[in-house]
T-cell receptor, first 118, second 119 residues
Framework: EAGVAQSPRYKIIEKRQSVAFWCNPI?????LYWYQQILGQGPKLLIQ????????DSQLPKDRFSAERLKGVDSTLKIQPAKLEDSAVYLC????????????????FGAGSRLTVL | AQKVTQAQTEISVVEKEDVTLDCVYE???????LFWYKQPPSGELVFLIR??????QNEISGRYSWNFQKSTSSFNFTITASQVVDSAVYFC????????????????FGKGTLLTVNP
Protein backbone atom coordinates (compact mmCIF):
# COMPACT_ATOMS: atom_id res chain seq x y z
CA GLU A 1 0.00 0.00 0.00
CA ALA A 2 1.45 3.33 -1.03
CA GLY A 3 1.71 5.90 1.75
CA VAL A 4 0.61 9.52 1.92
CA ALA A 5 2.53 11.53 -0.67
CA GLN A 6 3.41 15.19 -0.14
CA SER A 7 5.26 17.76 -2.19
CA PRO A 8 7.40 19.73 -2.14
CA ARG A 9 9.49 18.40 0.73
CA TYR A 10 11.19 21.76 1.25
CA LYS A 11 10.29 25.32 0.35
CA ILE A 12 11.98 28.61 1.17
CA ILE A 13 10.15 31.86 0.44
CA GLU A 14 10.25 35.50 1.40
CA LYS A 15 7.55 36.86 3.67
CA ARG A 16 4.47 38.08 1.84
CA GLN A 17 5.03 35.54 -0.94
CA SER A 18 2.64 32.67 -1.56
CA VAL A 19 3.20 28.93 -1.40
CA ALA A 20 1.16 25.81 -2.09
CA PHE A 21 1.54 22.28 -0.77
CA TRP A 22 0.06 19.18 -2.33
CA CYS A 23 -1.07 15.94 -0.72
CA ASN A 24 -2.17 12.62 -2.17
CA PRO A 25 -3.70 10.42 0.55
CA ILE A 26 -3.81 6.65 0.73
CA UNK A 27 -6.16 5.27 -1.88
CA UNK A 28 -9.67 4.88 -0.51
CA UNK A 29 -9.14 6.98 2.61
CA UNK A 30 -12.15 9.23 2.97
CA UNK A 31 -10.70 11.60 5.54
CA LEU A 32 -7.76 13.93 4.98
CA TYR A 33 -6.08 16.19 7.50
CA TRP A 34 -3.58 19.04 7.31
CA TYR A 35 -1.48 19.62 10.43
CA GLN A 36 1.03 22.37 11.17
CA GLN A 37 4.08 21.42 13.24
CA ILE A 38 6.20 24.28 14.49
CA LEU A 39 9.71 23.36 15.61
CA GLY A 40 9.69 21.88 19.10
CA GLN A 41 5.94 21.47 19.25
CA GLY A 42 3.39 18.80 18.52
CA PRO A 43 1.33 18.90 15.33
CA LYS A 44 -1.74 21.14 15.37
CA LEU A 45 -4.76 20.44 13.18
CA LEU A 46 -5.44 23.09 10.55
CA ILE A 47 -8.25 21.49 8.57
CA GLN A 48 -10.03 18.16 8.22
CA UNK A 49 -11.86 16.99 5.11
CA UNK A 50 -14.27 14.12 4.80
CA UNK A 51 -14.40 13.27 1.11
CA UNK A 52 -14.46 16.78 -0.41
CA UNK A 53 -16.32 18.48 2.44
CA UNK A 54 -14.75 20.40 5.31
CA UNK A 55 -15.39 18.82 8.74
CA UNK A 56 -13.27 21.12 10.90
CA ASP A 57 -11.33 24.24 9.99
CA SER A 58 -11.64 26.02 13.32
CA GLN A 59 -7.87 26.49 13.68
CA LEU A 60 -7.16 27.51 10.09
CA PRO A 61 -6.08 31.18 9.79
CA LYS A 62 -8.55 31.89 7.05
CA ASP A 63 -7.20 35.34 6.27
CA ARG A 64 -4.10 33.75 4.74
CA PHE A 65 -4.57 29.99 4.60
CA SER A 66 -6.85 28.10 2.27
CA ALA A 67 -7.28 24.45 1.42
CA GLU A 68 -9.30 22.42 -1.00
CA ARG A 69 -9.89 18.79 -1.78
CA LEU A 70 -11.40 18.58 -5.20
CA LYS A 71 -13.05 15.27 -6.11
CA GLY A 72 -12.38 13.98 -2.61
CA VAL A 73 -8.87 12.72 -3.37
CA ASP A 74 -5.86 15.08 -3.62
CA SER A 75 -5.66 18.21 -1.55
CA THR A 76 -3.83 21.52 -1.78
CA LEU A 77 -2.97 23.83 1.12
CA LYS A 78 -2.12 27.43 0.19
CA ILE A 79 -0.63 30.25 2.21
CA GLN A 80 -0.94 33.78 0.85
CA PRO A 81 0.70 35.99 1.99
CA ALA A 82 3.17 34.10 4.17
CA LYS A 83 4.41 35.43 7.49
CA LEU A 84 7.56 34.57 9.40
CA GLU A 85 5.53 32.62 11.97
CA ASP A 86 4.29 30.29 9.22
CA SER A 87 7.69 28.61 9.17
CA ALA A 88 6.84 25.03 10.06
CA VAL A 89 6.40 21.53 8.72
CA TYR A 90 3.01 20.97 7.11
CA LEU A 91 1.89 17.40 7.57
CA CYS A 92 -0.83 15.72 5.60
CA UNK A 93 -2.55 12.64 7.00
CA UNK A 94 -5.40 10.40 5.97
CA UNK A 95 -7.63 7.84 7.64
CA UNK A 96 -10.26 5.39 6.46
CA UNK A 97 -13.11 6.98 8.44
CA UNK A 98 -16.02 6.59 8.06
CA UNK A 99 -15.44 3.15 6.64
CA UNK A 100 -13.24 0.63 8.44
CA UNK A 101 -14.50 1.27 11.95
CA UNK A 102 -11.71 -0.54 13.73
CA UNK A 103 -9.03 1.66 12.26
CA UNK A 104 -11.14 4.66 11.48
CA UNK A 105 -9.21 7.07 13.64
CA UNK A 106 -5.70 5.79 13.01
CA UNK A 107 -4.05 8.47 10.94
CA UNK A 108 -1.30 7.73 8.44
CA PHE A 109 0.99 10.70 7.96
CA GLY A 110 3.10 11.82 5.04
CA ALA A 111 6.72 12.93 5.41
CA GLY A 112 5.68 16.59 5.50
CA SER A 113 6.57 19.78 3.66
CA ARG A 114 9.05 22.00 5.47
CA LEU A 115 8.43 25.71 4.93
CA THR A 116 10.96 28.39 5.78
CA VAL A 117 9.78 32.00 5.55
CA LEU A 118 12.59 34.59 5.45
CA ALA B 1 -11.14 21.02 25.81
CA GLN B 2 -8.57 18.30 25.36
CA LYS B 3 -4.99 18.58 26.50
CA VAL B 4 -1.97 16.29 26.41
CA THR B 5 1.09 16.95 28.55
CA GLN B 6 4.46 15.33 27.99
CA ALA B 7 6.56 16.80 30.76
CA GLN B 8 9.82 15.27 29.56
CA THR B 9 11.25 17.42 26.79
CA GLU B 10 14.39 15.36 26.21
CA ILE B 11 15.68 12.05 27.50
CA SER B 12 19.11 10.61 26.84
CA VAL B 13 19.97 6.99 27.64
CA VAL B 14 22.67 4.51 26.83
CA GLU B 15 21.83 1.56 24.62
CA LYS B 16 20.17 -1.38 26.42
CA GLU B 17 18.77 0.81 29.17
CA ASP B 18 15.02 0.81 29.77
CA VAL B 19 13.26 4.14 29.34
CA THR B 20 9.74 5.34 30.16
CA LEU B 21 8.06 8.24 28.41
CA ASP B 22 5.32 9.93 30.40
CA CYS B 23 1.99 11.18 29.09
CA VAL B 24 -0.81 12.85 31.06
CA TYR B 25 -4.06 13.85 29.40
CA GLU B 26 -7.18 15.90 30.12
CA UNK B 27 -10.58 15.40 28.54
CA UNK B 28 -14.25 15.76 29.42
CA UNK B 29 -15.24 12.93 27.11
CA UNK B 30 -16.19 9.66 28.77
CA UNK B 31 -15.09 7.77 25.68
CA UNK B 32 -11.82 8.67 24.05
CA UNK B 33 -8.75 7.23 22.37
CA LEU B 34 -5.09 7.54 23.23
CA PHE B 35 -2.21 7.15 20.80
CA TRP B 36 1.54 7.07 20.61
CA TYR B 37 3.34 8.15 17.46
CA LYS B 38 7.06 8.07 16.69
CA GLN B 39 8.74 10.76 14.57
CA PRO B 40 12.23 9.74 13.42
CA PRO B 41 14.60 12.29 11.87
CA SER B 42 13.02 11.65 8.47
CA GLY B 43 9.99 13.52 9.77
CA GLU B 44 7.18 11.06 9.09
CA LEU B 45 4.94 10.34 12.06
CA VAL B 46 4.66 6.58 12.55
CA PHE B 47 1.69 5.11 14.40
CA LEU B 48 2.66 2.86 17.33
CA ILE B 49 -0.48 2.13 19.34
CA ARG B 50 -4.09 3.12 19.97
CA UNK B 51 -6.01 2.45 23.20
CA UNK B 52 -9.70 2.89 23.96
CA UNK B 53 -10.67 4.60 27.19
CA UNK B 54 -12.75 1.62 28.26
CA UNK B 55 -9.86 -0.82 27.89
CA UNK B 56 -7.28 -0.34 30.62
CA GLN B 57 -5.45 -3.55 29.91
CA ASN B 58 -1.77 -2.88 29.55
CA GLU B 59 -0.10 -4.00 26.38
CA ILE B 60 3.28 -5.38 25.44
CA SER B 61 4.58 -5.55 21.90
CA GLY B 62 8.13 -6.78 21.65
CA ARG B 63 10.33 -4.25 23.43
CA TYR B 64 7.46 -1.77 23.74
CA SER B 65 4.90 -1.67 26.53
CA TRP B 66 2.16 0.74 27.48
CA ASN B 67 0.66 1.46 30.90
CA PHE B 68 -2.79 3.06 30.75
CA GLN B 69 -4.27 4.28 34.06
CA LYS B 70 -7.56 6.19 33.96
CA SER B 71 -7.32 6.99 37.67
CA THR B 72 -4.27 9.17 37.05
CA SER B 73 -5.12 10.10 33.43
CA SER B 74 -1.81 8.70 32.29
CA PHE B 75 -0.71 6.64 29.31
CA ASN B 76 2.99 5.91 29.71
CA PHE B 77 5.23 4.20 27.18
CA THR B 78 8.22 2.04 28.08
CA ILE B 79 10.97 0.85 25.77
CA THR B 80 12.90 -2.10 27.17
CA ALA B 81 16.54 -2.60 26.19
CA SER B 82 16.64 0.54 24.09
CA GLN B 83 18.48 0.62 20.78
CA VAL B 84 20.03 3.43 18.77
CA VAL B 85 17.24 3.05 16.19
CA ASP B 86 14.74 4.05 18.88
CA SER B 87 16.12 7.59 18.78
CA ALA B 88 13.24 9.82 17.72
CA VAL B 89 10.63 12.23 18.99
CA TYR B 90 7.71 10.42 20.56
CA PHE B 91 4.26 11.99 20.66
CA CYS B 92 1.31 11.09 22.82
CA UNK B 93 -2.07 12.09 21.35
CA UNK B 94 -5.74 12.07 22.28
CA UNK B 95 -8.94 12.01 20.26
CA UNK B 96 -12.59 12.10 21.23
CA UNK B 97 -15.36 9.64 20.46
CA UNK B 98 -16.81 9.13 17.05
CA UNK B 99 -19.65 11.40 16.05
CA UNK B 100 -21.65 11.56 12.90
CA UNK B 101 -19.35 14.10 11.33
CA UNK B 102 -16.13 12.53 12.49
CA UNK B 103 -14.76 15.83 13.71
CA UNK B 104 -14.05 14.44 17.16
CA UNK B 105 -11.51 12.12 15.64
CA UNK B 106 -9.03 14.94 15.28
CA UNK B 107 -5.88 14.28 17.27
CA UNK B 108 -4.61 16.58 20.00
CA PHE B 109 -0.88 16.06 20.39
CA GLY B 110 1.49 16.66 23.25
CA LYS B 111 4.71 18.58 22.59
CA GLY B 112 6.71 15.40 22.25
CA THR B 113 9.70 13.85 23.99
CA LEU B 114 13.01 13.68 22.18
CA LEU B 115 14.63 10.35 22.98
CA THR B 116 18.31 9.93 22.22
CA VAL B 117 19.81 6.47 22.61
CA ASN B 118 23.58 6.56 22.65
CA PRO B 119 25.71 3.55 21.70
Amino acid sequence: EAGVAQSPRYKIIEKRQSVAFWCNPISGHATLYWYQQILGQGPKLLIQFQNNGVVDDSQLPKDRFSAERLKGVDSTLKIQPAKLEDSAVYLCASSPFPRGASGANVLTFGAGSRLTVL
Amino acid sequence: AQKVTQAQTEISVVEKEDVTLDCVYETRDTTYYLFWYKQPPSGELVFLIRRNSFDEQNEISGRYSWNFQKSTSSFNFTITASQVVDSAVYFCALSGPRNSGGSNYKLTFGKGTLLTVNP
